[in-house]
């Protein structure tokens, strides 16, 4: 059966995805539905559905899961893809990254089990969890012992940890509703893969923990979250939340932090200067939420007192750059002189050369310099930064 294209995933209210945000603050569903936000999607979403669908169709290719559409229909899909305006040789070298650990963990599961099976964006059915509930893994390995949920985050600006993480729980526990009379499965393995992080987070569970968390936890905050009842609670599930812009209970907590540090006109002492730090990720992101839901009303005709919209400033850029080299090429100049050119990108040379080639002929001309230092939560897996010397560490900036 050819898998569902990702940008025709149909959304459940309480979702597998948002199942950190709805199960920590039980009304934000509702909240959400109230405000009827209709969200076109940033280019950086866009970006990621079609990373997604290009995962779908190699799996399905790669494994021989391309029946009843046809070989040709599925190869055919995969050029009208590539004509995307999103793009580029690097997605296709980072997406392999994705299809890559699948097929072979699918391959390693069929070794211990010859009957197992790669399921890819499969509608995994919660209802009898949640009210209306259902998500789509993007791919899903079961076989007697172990089934594994492989999940993939194209995103690079946050690190994501399969760990205890809700939804794919949520998704191990859709699939083990699917499977478990087929087969013997006593554990759920829980992967995530963020190939431009080069990141892979794996986690296990005993299928009866994970029940025991779907009976003590679940379902009493689905059904909460359902009726739109409960407290509103604040913390970083509120991210991705459409309704923090009017959210009370953020606006509080953020006003009454910003109330407390600054209420001393003296010095902030260390402790209050690092309990500020701490809250300046969610600070920023409320704060744009705030401007960017003003700034959208405004748009709407709705008048804010002491406000008014402009015509902000614009850069200039052509209409068609290709058009505009090709002119001045006409005209006698040199492309090098109105064209920067570089070398490409990892991705794409690894496809021109094949990663064994391109390790023999520039493997040795490869660095990988120190990443520069950040400030995270000791919780983080990452190594502790370890400097060399203050000149090693700045000599590129």
């Not at 209709?38 to 669908?53: M, P, Q, Y």
């Not at 939340?241 to 959210?247: E, L």
Request: some cysteine; overall charge negative; proline content about 4%.
């Amino acid at each position: 059966m050819a898998a569902v294209k990702h940008s025709q995933r149909a959304h459940a209210l309480l979702s597998a995805s948002g199942a950190s945000r709805w199960m920590n603050c039980t009304p934000s569903a509702r909240l959400e539905e109230s405000l009827n936000i209709v969200d076109e999607g940033s280019d950086f979403a866009k970006e990621g559905t079609l990373a997604h669908e290009f995962g779908d169709l190699n799996l399905q290719l790669l494994s021989g899961q391309y029946e009843p559409i046809g070989l040709e229909h599925l190869e055919n899909e995969l050029l009208e893809q590539r004509k995307s305006k999103f793009y580029t040789d690097e997605m296709e070298g980072q997406v392999e990254k994705y299809t890559d650990y699948v097929m072979e963990q699918f391959l390693a599961a069929q070794q211990k089990d010859p009957l197992a099976i790669l399921s890819i964006e499969e509608k995994l059915d919660m209802t009898h969890l949640i009210e209306d509930g259902f998500g789509t893994g993007d791919a899903c390995i079961i076989a007697d012992g172990e089934l594994e949920i492989i999940d993939l985050k194209y995103g690079k600006g946050i690190r994501v940890e399969a760990d205890d993480n809700p939804q794919l729980k949520l998704y191990g526990l859709g699939a083990l509703d699917n499977y478990d009379m087929a087969y013997d499965i006593e554990t759920v393995r829980l992967t995530i893969v963020q190939p431009r992080l080069d990141h892979v987070s794996s986690w296990v569970i005993p299928v009866e923990n994970l029940q025991h968390w779907a009976e003590t936890e679940v379902k009493t905050k689905a059904k909460l979250a359902y009726a739109g009842e409960g407290k509103t609670c604040s913390g970083d599930w509120c991210k991705w939340c459409k309704a923090k812009a009017r959210c009370r209970a953020l606006a509080e907590k953020n006003l009454e932090l910003a109330k407390h540090a600054f209420s001393d006109p003296d010095l902030l002492e260390d402790d209050e200067l690092l309990e500020v730090f701490k809250q300046i990720p969610g600070l920023t992101d409320w704060a744009k939420a705030v401007e960017s839901h003003i700034k959208s009303e405004a748009i709407k005709g709705k008048k804010w007192p002491g406000y008014k919209l402009v015509e902000g400033r614009a850069n200039r850029k052509f209409k068609d750059p290709q058009m505009a080299m090709t002119t001045l090429s006409a005209k006698g100049y040199k492309y090098p002189d109105f064209s920067n050119t570089k070398i490409k990108g990892f991705g794409d040379l690894e496809k021109l050369l094949t990663k064994a080639k391109f390790n023999e002929i520039l493997g040795e001309q490869v660095i990988k310099p120190k990443g520069a230092p950040t400030l995270v939560p000791e919780s983080d897996k990452r190594a502790p930064y370890a400097p060399t010397s203050a000149k090693d560490d700045f000599d590129d900036e």
